[in-house]
Every structure is written in structure tokens, then in C-alpha cells.
């Protein structure tokens, strides 16, 4: 899921990656949406926002706003030069180190937003600094190890595309096209993904608060050591069959 890069990677690959982290981006996003009444898993609403406040010449605001853009902007930064800078020397620590980085900034939310937090405006405009460079850092993993074939945080491309995949199935030639089928197999995945967890969230919230954010991270938690536990048993399975062949050759030489 996160050891493979590029044109490497299956569509299984592609469809764990992406279920797992939609479902991370949607608890996220609803859970900033009922603790903060603003959204981190996307900056296109904030574009907006941009521009009506230098119309209303409130530079402080403005100020703000793009700072929340440009967090979200580094974190995808951080995670492609991570990638692209240590991909060569250690393929899994390269995809798995912006995770790391994401549970980090997450469990931070957690643990001020259950232990310390005031609700005041600078609060949460800090808190929400956190949590969009986040999700830049895992919208920037995904699309970068994946070819830009994952991007779980946001769902606006995805709905265009389905669109656009779903009229062309009306046509047999690319009913029967598999390359297309598997686009659309892999997109619908991460768009319920996203919603199943927007759903858990919006339900999990009322009891736990900022305790989801430890939740979330343990789900993160969970996707570094499923591809770590799967490294190791992929190396374990080539040790044994070198073994095995050395040891009919060992026997050939004998003989």
C-alpha cells in the first residue's frame, strides 16, 4: 500500500490506499466542520473567502486565509520532497514518514483541544492551521506515490470524474474497457470511503469530541503498520525461497 510507487503500484494498492485515507480525510473534515464551523480537508472554499475579504478590506482575515492556503499548500511540498528526496534510499520510510508527520500535527489537535482549549478565535484558527497542513500532507503522499491517481481529501474532482466515467459506460466500447473500470472502481471507493467517514464522525462526535483525533491517528497508526508487517513477511517469504534454492543447489553440487 505505501512501499510501492508510481506505475509499480496495483489497483489494489491504489484502492487500500485510497479507502483508508478518504476515510481518514471525511472524520476529519466533518469533525473540524462541528468543532470549528470550517472545513480543513480542502482549501477551495477558502479561495473564496480570500477574495470577499479583500473586498471587504479586512486584511486581517485575509492574512489568515492564506496562510490556512499555504499550509496546506507546504504540507503537500513537505510530502512530494520527502518522497522524491528519500524514495531512493528507503522506498518505505519515504511514504510512511508525511504519515507519521500527519499523526503528529492530528494527535496535537487531540490532545490541546481536550486538555487546554479556551475556544477562543486564535485557538482555533491555530488548531485549524494544524489540521489543513495535515491534510495537505496526506493529499500530497497519495497523489505523489500513486501517479495522481489517489487524492482522498476532497471530493470535487472525483464526482466530476465519475460523472464523466459513468456517461461514457453509456457506450459498450468503454463498458468493456478495463483501464476505465478500474478508474471508476477506484474513485467511487474513495468517494464512499470519505463518506462512511464523514458519517462515523458526524456520529462519533456528540460522545468523544476531540478524542476522534486520536481515533483518526490510530486508523493512520494502523495503515503504517499493515504495510510494515506486510514488508516484513514479503522479505521473510524471499529469505526462505533463497534458502530453498540454495540448498537444491547445494544438493545438485553434491550429487
Excluded at 10 to 21: A, E, Q
Excluded at 43 to 70: L, P
Excluded at 133 to 140: I, K
Excluded at 217 to 234: C, E, F, N, T
Aim: net charge positive.
Amino acid at each position: 500500500m505505501l512501499r510501492k510507487y508510481s506505475n509499480t503500484r496495483t489497483l489494489s494498492d491504489n484502492i487500500k490506499l485510497g479507502v483508508l485515507t478518504a476515510l481518514v480525510a471525511g472524520m476529519v473534515n466533518v469533525a473540524s466542520f462541528m468543532l470549528f464551523f470550517s472545513f480543513s480537508s480542502n482549501v477551495t472554499g477558502y479561495f473564496a473567502i480570500f477574495a470577499a475579504e479583500i473586498a471587504r478590506a479586512d486584511y486581517h482575515q485575509v492574512t489568515i486565509v492564506v496562510g490556512w492556503i499555504f499550509l496546506f499548500f507546504f504540507g503537500s511540498f513537505v510530502s512530494n520532497a520527502i518522497v522524491i528526496h528519500l524514495n531512493s534510499k528507503n522506498m518505505y520510510i519515504a511514504h510512511s514518514l508525511p504519515i507519521i508527520l500527519e499523526i503528529v500535527c492530528l494527535t496535537t489537535v487531540g490532545v490541546y483541544g481536550q486538555f487546554f482549549y479556551q475556544e477562543t478565535l486564535v485557538e482555533t484558527e491555530i488548531l485549524l492551521s494544524f489540521m489543513l497542513f495535515a491534510m495537505g500532507l496526506q493529499n500530497g503522499l497519495t497523489a505523489s506515490i500513486s501517479n495522481f491517481a489517489v487524492k482522498t481529501t476532497h471530493l470535487t474532482g472525483a464526482t466530476t470524474d465519475l460523472g464523466i466515467l459513468f456517461s461514457m459506460f453509456t457506450k459498450k466500447e468503454f463498458r468493456d474497457n478495463q483501464e476505465i473500470l478500474n478508474k471508476a472502481k477506484l474513485i467511487l471507493s474513495i468517494a464512499c470511503s470519505y463518506v462512511i467517514g464523514a458519517i462515523i464522525s458526524g456520529f462519533l462526535y456528540k460522545y468523544v469530541q476531540f478524542k476522534l483525533f486520536f481515533i483518526v491517528s490510530l486508523l493512520l497508526v494502523i495503515i503504517i503498520a499493515y504495510d510494515l508487517y506486510q514488508l516484513k513477511i514479503v522479505r521473510y517469504i524471499n529469505l526462505f525461497r533463497r534458502k530453498q534454492e540454495e540448498v537444491k543447489i547445494e544438493s545438485l553440487v553434491g550429487d
